[in-house]
Nanobody, 124 residues
Framework: QVQLVESGGGLVQAGGSLRLSCAASGRTYSRYAVGWFRQAPGKEREFVAA????????YYTDSVKGRFTISRVNSKNTVSLQMNSLKPEDTAVYYC?????????????????WGQGTQVTVSS
């Protein structure tokens, strides 16, 4: 069992930056793939970024490539999402998810552990 807690959301102007963190407790987090997802009002939850257990492999949805960076520090049981050049369309509740896997996991249905979400609001 893994418990996940997101933090770092908030209100920022377009062009600004935020850094989200996903802190884990419970079983050995270092063997878990982690993903970030987001859900905007009235829309379905969508994939944002993912990282494999070692941190050597990452994957991003096209709309955030070059602006967002996912990283992890296994010794601190933390995965971060650095978000730069934010746009109003990035406004959403951001969730981190984790599950045991050696590779990158993109599909929401493949994750069994989810955080409660953190709100990110980007004003124009």
């Amino acid at each position: 069992q893994v418990q996940l807690v997101e933090s770092g959301g908030g209100l920022v102007q377009a062009g600004g930056s935020l850094r989200l963190s996903c802190a884990a407790s419970g079983r050995t987090y270092s063997r878990y793939a982690v993903g970030w997802f987001r859900q905007a009002p009235g829309k379905e939850r969508e994939f944002v970024a993912a990282i494999n257990w070692s941190g050597r492999s990452t994957y991003y949805t096209d709309s955030v490539k070059g602006r967002f960076t996912i990283s992890r520090v296994n010794s601190k049981n933390t995965v971060s999402l650095q978000m730069n050049s934010l746009k109003p369309e990035d406004t959403a509740v951001y969730y981190c998810a984790a599950d045991y896997a050696l590779g990158i996991v993109v599909g929401q249905d493949e994750y069994n552990y989810w955080g409660q979400g953190t709100q990110v609001t980007v004003s124009s």
